[in-house]
Nanobody, 121 residues
Framework: QVQLVESGGGLVQPGGSLRLSCAAAGKISSIFVMGWYRQAPGKQRDLVAS???????NYADSVKGRFTISRDNGKNTVYLQMDSLKPEDTAVYFCNADRVRDTLGYFGNYWGQGTQVTVSS
């Protein structure tokens, strides 16, 4: 089927930057929405940012002005540029692809395995 391959997580100091990447692999025809979610210890998984196939974007209020989401439709890849990182951004970040249509016309929703982002001195 479809697999989401994430990269770019790690440890960074407050005020630093990280760039997350997520590539969808498989027999994909189109993807309606790609996005990033995060889950901190003891908290629910929440949307960080999303981008649809036309380039429309949504951001959580907590990351507006600091994070930038983008996608490359030719590579079926979504990126999350994270600047001015804060300790509160520490979480496992999950990539999501929604309404993924494969080459046979079937739709699905897929999640990446998650990548740890830790913001600490």
């Amino acid at each position: 089927q479809v697999q989401l391959v994430e990269s770019g997580g790690g440890l960074v100091q407050p005020g630093g930057s990280l760039r997350l990447s997520c590539a969808a692999a498989g027999k994909i025809s189109s993807i309606f929405v790609m996005g990033w979610y995060r889950q901190a210890p003891g908290k629910q998984r929440d949307l960080v940012a999303s981008i649809n196939d036309a380039g429309g974007k949504n951001y959580a209020d907590s990351v507006k002005g600091r994070f930038t989401i983008s996608r490359d439709n030719g590579k079926n890849t979504v990126y999350l540029q994270m600047d001015s990182l804060k300790p509160e951004d520490t979480a496992v970040y999950f990539c999501n692809a929604d309404r993924v249509r494969d080459t046979l016309g079937y739709f699905g929703n897929y999640w990446g395995q998650g990548t740890q982002v830790t913001v600490s001195s």
